[in-house]
């Protein structure tokens, strides 16, 4: 099978750890292991989110005396992708996968228009207190919103259209090399009315891009990995269970939070949905048995 693979970015940067080289590293090991055997048996896609990565340098960026204006969104998402690529690349071929492995920074079209430029609603960066978090909002003119006990910068989170790469990324995937693209749900970008293409201030949600790039790549199933074993019915309550396989009424049905398994879960519906697929979610090390139906939570068209 074609198998796209969307990492989250706490799978590669969990919350509360130092966001330092050796530690993403350790982590993107760990994720080239998992990702390795499913490799061997399947054509394989990789996507990633880099909402931690492209936090920090931001940070960086505002912080940095030297400069005039902060680095945008856009070129630090370009820089997340190759960074995070180029880990991604080495360790799976490190992992023993066989074919090509390539990193391909891809642009994201969005709307202009997409309502989110005026509701941002993706989380990056690191967590803080409530006061910390607007004392570094007041400073460098962010918006920020609650994320479980603990706050964090929300940016705009446009909708993806169409990735400006996808005939190069087809070419590639008819040649067998095994593909990084996508990172961070691409390099958001505008269009104008002759095609010319320009940045703009947003993080586009990976696992959306991640559904769009299946769909165009003709990929047979959806996978995204996170940190979290399986969708929670009811999460945050006493009564939470987890979903082991829905459909689309079902998934459509749930009740879930906007700025983590909601989007997810949309992903796999809107991927579902246009191509009659399968998706799924669950944990990184569980990739092999989410895969075969054995862990993590299935998402088929029907009943």
Not at 73 to 90: C, R
Not at 101 to 115: F, G, H, K, R
Not at 200 to 216: F, G, N, S
Not at 250 to 257: I, K, N, Q, R, V
């Amino acid at each position: 099978m074609r198998v796209l693979v969307a990492l989250g970015g706490n799978a590669l940067l969990e919350r509360g750890e130092a966001p330092d080289e050796a530690v993403q590293r350790r982590h993107v090991r760990r994720a080239a292991a998992a990702l390795a055997p499913l490799a061997a048996a399947h054509q394989l896609v990789v996507s990633h989110g880099n909402g931690p990565q492209v936090g920090v340098l931001a940070l960086e960026s505002v912080r940095d005396p030297s400069l005039h204006h902060p680095y945008p969104l856009d070129a630090l998402g370009a820089a997340t992708q190759g960074m995070i690529g180029y880990w991604l690349a080495q360790e799976l071929a490190n992992a023993g996968v066989r074919a090509p492995v390539l990193a391909v920074v891809t642009q994201t079209v969005v709307d202009a228009d997409d309502p989110a430029f005026g509701a941002p609603s993706k989380f990056i960066g690191e967590s803080y207190d409530r006061a910390a978090a607007e004392s570094l909002a007041a400073a460098h003119g962010w918006r920020i919103a609650p994320d479980g006990d603990r706050w964090r910068r929300v940016v705009p989170s446009p909708r993806p259209l169409r990735i400006v790469e996808e005939g190069c990324l087809r070419a590639l995937v008819a040649g067998g090399a095994v593909l990084v693209c996508g990172g961070g749900g691409g390099v958001p970008v505008v269009a104008d009315g002759r095609g010319a293409t320009r940045g703009v201030e947003a993080v586009v949600d990976k696992d959306m891009t991640a559904a769009l790039l299946a769909q165009r790549l003709g990929a047979d199933r959806l996978l995204l990995l996170t940190d979290v074993p399986a969708v929670m019915r009811d999460f945050g309550t006493p009564a939470a269970s987890e979903v082991r396989r829905m459909d689309l009424a079902e998934a459509g049905a749930l009740s879930l939070p906007a700025g983590s398994m909601g989007p997810k879960v949309e992903a796999c519906r809107e991927f579902v949905l246009r191509t009659g697929g399968v998706a799924a979610i669950g944990a990184l090390g569980d990739a092999a048995a989410i895969l075969d139906g054995r862990a993590g939570t299935t998402v088929v068209p029907g009943p």
